[in-house]
Each structure stands twice: as C-alpha cells, then as structure tokens.
T-cell receptor, first 114, second 109 residues
Framework: DADVTQTPRNRITKTGKRIMLECSQT?????MYWYRQDPGLGLRLIYY???????NKGEISDGYSVSRQAQAKFSLSLESAIPNQTALYFC?????????????FGPGTRLLVL | GIQVEQSPPDLILQEGANSTLRCNFS?????LQWFHQNPWGQLINLFY???GTKQNGRLSATTVATERYSLLYISSSQTTDSGVYFC???????????FGKGTKLTVNP
C-alpha cells in the first residue's frame, strides 16, 4: 500500500463550488505539505503543517484553506473554486525534527475548474 | 529568494545512451532533492543529497554545495526513464521547498 494517498485522484468542478482534497499518510511523519503544479512549472507550496496544532502559509495560500485533522490527515479546501486553480495538487510528508529532511509525495490530484 | 535553474530544459535520447542533468542554485543549501515525475504525473523521490555522491542502480547524483550545483547522471537510459526530472532545495530559513522548472527527458526505443 502507498505511504501517502490522496483522494480524489481526479476531479472536475465548476467555478464557485467548494471542494476538498484529502491526504492521508501511514509513514508516521509529523510534517505535511500541500503543493500545486502548473504546466511547465515546478511545484509551489500552498500550506504546510508541522503537527496537528501548527499550520503555516506557503508561497501561494490565497484562495485555499487547510485542516490537519490528525497526524495522518491533512486536507486542502478551495472555498470558491476558480478556473486558475486548475492544476495538479500534491500532498507530501516529512519526518519531524530536522525540517529539511526528504519529502515524500502522494500520487497527486488533477483538478479541473470549469 | 533562492533561485533554482535546471538544464537542459529538454533532452531526447536513444535507449542505451547516457545523460547528465544539471541543477544550479543561487544560495548555500543544506538539502537538495532530485525527483522524477513520470508521464502519468507521479512524483518519485530519487535522491536526498545535500552533498557528496550517491548511486542507485543506473542513476547517480553528485552535489557540490560549495559551488552551488548538483548533477544527476543516468546511464544506459531506458524508455521508462522518460518524464520530467526536478531538483528542489529549501528556501533559507523557511520550510519552503523551491523547485526548478525541470528537465523533460524523452528516451526513444
């Protein structure tokens, strides 16, 4: 079984709809991250969390919110989706203690906002 | 903030050929990761290599932190090596992992 899972894997939604992307991990890591990837670009950090009581904004947090329901679960919400949020979204985890340790990525969620 | 540049942006090889991908970064780093994104979008860790050299099968990586670059070597390339290779480094003093724009590798049979 995959260590980092994301649901759904693909989603089509309409402008103005609320949508939630979910991430679960079995690696036992404290730190979790949400990134988005746009065509031809690398990944950009949206939000990150060091533990269930710690949430931090990344580079491009506007229009997004997150919830860390448990050590193993980190959800990303688009409160009112817009077409330029169409992208590939990745969740990632890393072990606590040394924040620059290796990050492990989920399989990604392809989101299309019409 | 730190800048990450990868070269070449595109690379086309015949199966069996060797290749070298480069990642330059603009500031000192204490971490560097190489990733492979396959044609289906899956992102796979290849190496965590803040300095020195590591090898994993046909792939190896070298980071020269003092000169602010890292190299990824692919030997005897296979069609399954196709995809985009990213390097990423942390923004100094933050949790932000900064990615380069990637090298798109196509290996033809």
């Amino acid at each position: 079984d995959a260590d980092v899972t994301q649901t759904p894997r693909n989603r089509i939604t309409k402008t103005g709809k609320r949508i939630m992307l979910e991430c679960s991990q079995t690696k036992g890591h404290d730190r979790m991250y949400w990134y988005r990837q746009d065509p031809g670009l690398g990944l950009r950090l949206i939000y990150y969390s060091f533990d269930v009581k710690d949430i931090n904004k990344g580079e491009i947090s506007d229009g997004y919110s997150v919830s860390r329901q448990a050590q193993a679960k980190f959800s990303l919400s688009l409160e009112s989706a817009i077409p330029n949020q169409t992208a590939l979204y990745f969740c990632a985890t890393s072990a606590g203690g040394v924040w620059w340790e290796t990050q492990y990525f989920g399989p990604g969620t392809r989101l299309l906002v019409l | 903030g730190i800048q990450v540049e990868q070269s070449p942006p595109d690379l086309i090889l015949q199966e069996g050929a060797n290749s070298t991908l480069r990642c330059n970064f603009s500031d000192s780093v204490n971490n560097l990761q190489w990733f492979h994104q396959n044609p289906w979008g899956q992102l796979i860790n290849l190496f965590y290599i803040p300095s020195g050299t590591k090898q994993n099968g046909r792939l190896s990586a070298t980071t020269v932190a003092t000169e602010r670059y890292s190299l990824l070597y692919i030997s005897s390339s296979q069609t399954t090596d196709s995809g985009v290779y990213f390097c990423a480094v942390p923004q100094g003093g933050s949790e932000k992992l900064v990615f380069g724009k990637g090298t798109k590798l196509t290996v033809n049979p």
